[in-house]
């Protein structure tokens, strides 16, 4: 058995991040507010310079309290990723 000799320090960042992330994969997309009950913070304001693009692009959009993917934000979902990874 192989044993685990590393581990990744998930910072508060990083937490946000990876929960827009992995929401904004679903089509449901992610709750703003379980986002802003889990850290505390409103996530359009959080990432509000990264997804300033892909709101005006129309790759994201808020609906039903909810940040999604639009239909063309699907095709390139890597685009509004990559954008919302800390540095």
Same mark, same amino acid.
């Given at each position: 058995?192989?044993?685990?000799?590393s581990g990744e320090?998930i910072?508060?960042e990083?937490g946000?991040a990876?929960m827009?992330?992995?929401?904004?994969r679903?089509?449901?997309?992610v709750?703003?507010?379980a986002f802003? @009950?889990r *850290?505390g913070s409103?996530?359009?304001?959080? *990432? %509000? @310079?990264?997804?300033? $693009?892909p *709101?005006?692009l129309g790759?994201?959009a808020? $609906?039903?309290g909810?940040?999604?993917?639009? $239909?063309?934000g699907?095709l390139?979902?890597? @685009?509004? *990723?990559v954008r919302?990874?800390p %540095?």
């Open positions: 058995m192989r044993q685990v000799v320090t910072t508060p990083l946000m990876d827009l992330i992995l929401g904004l679903l089509l449901d997309g709750s703003l507010a802003k @009950e *850290f409103d996530a359009l304001d959080v *990432f %509000d @310079e990264a997804l300033r $693009e *709101f005006a790759l994201v808020v $609906e039903e909810r940040l999604r993917l639009t $239909e063309h699907r390139l979902g890597n @685009e509004v *990723f919302l990874l %540095d």
